[in-house]
């Protein structure tokens, strides 16, 4: 079953905004990765948290994690018409059975 | 370079064949994992390899097989067993420890993808 769920499902900005998308999942996490999906094309990761980091940043991207809601957030400051594309919240569990969980993605479109 | 290919990028199979999808890398890596997206979804794990000449099924694994005799390569053949097999498959890999799953724990490189049609 999928672990995490990505709000909103679709998201339209011009550029220059901040594109804000959410990660909810359902069960204890090592850690949540964000990755990106141009389309047609592989995902390529963008950021991993580990469940005792808050906050992290990189570049144009925050993320935050919320382990006592079980929820993430991944900010995109000033989009560019390049930011276009989905992108997929991961969920790693705490035991090495484990798989990397997929959720269904938010559609991002950055107008110039 | 160093990363992960995959071929071909398009394919066609008509019902009752099998085709075989190739996945290669030269990061090293010790995991290796095929994934299914269908449109607008997410991906779906079929099959997935800690280690050479072990691979283990994943949640989709029907109608699908793989193998692994080189930490290089992982290639997916897609069988005729599998009911409906047009989807976009992407391969991936991570660093693993020899003996020890790192599935869950490390960040995984993904190839190009490619979308197979059935017609």
């Known amino acids: 079953s999928q672990q995490g769920e990505e709000d909103p499902q679709a998201l339209s900005i011009q550029e220059g905004e901040n594109a804000t998308m959410n990660c909810s999942y359902k069960t204890s996490i090592n850690n949540l990765q964000w990755y990106r999906q141009n389309s047609g094309r592989g995902l390529v990761h963008l950021i991993l948290?580990?469940?005792?980091?808050r906050e992290k940043h990189s570049g144009r991207l925050r993320v935050t994690l919320d382990t006592s809601k079980k929820s993430s957030s991944l900010l995109i400051t000033a989009s560019r018409a390049a930011d276009t594309a989905s992108y997929f919240c991961?969920?790693?569990?705490?035991?090495?059975?484990?798989?990397?969980?997929f959720g269904t993605g938010t559609r991002l479109q950055v107008f110039p | 370079d160093g990363g992960i290919t995959q071929s071909p990028k398009y394919l066609f199979r008509k019902e009752g064949q099998n085709v075989t999808l190739s996945c290669e890398q030269n990061l090293n890596h010790d995991a290796m994992y095929w994934y299914r997206q269908d449109p607008g979804q997410g991906l779906r794990l079929i099959y997935y390899s800690q280690i050479v000449n072990d691979f283990q099924k994943g949640d989709i694994a029907e109608g699908y097989s793989v193998s692994r005799e080189k930490k290089e390569s992982f290639p997916l053949t897609v069988t005729s067993a599998q009911k409906n097999p047009t989807a976009f498959y992407l391969c991936?890999?991570?660093?693993?420890?020899?003996?020890?799953?790192?599935?869950?724990?490390?960040?995984?490189?993904f190839g190009p993808g490619t979308r197979l049609t059935v017609l």
């Open positions: 991961a969920t790693g569990g705490i035991y090495n059975t484990d798989k990397l969980i």
């Open positions: 948290i580990r469940s005792n980091e």
């Open positions: 991936a890999s991570t660093i693993g420890l020899a003996g020890a799953s790192a599935i869950p724990y490390n960040e995984q490189f």
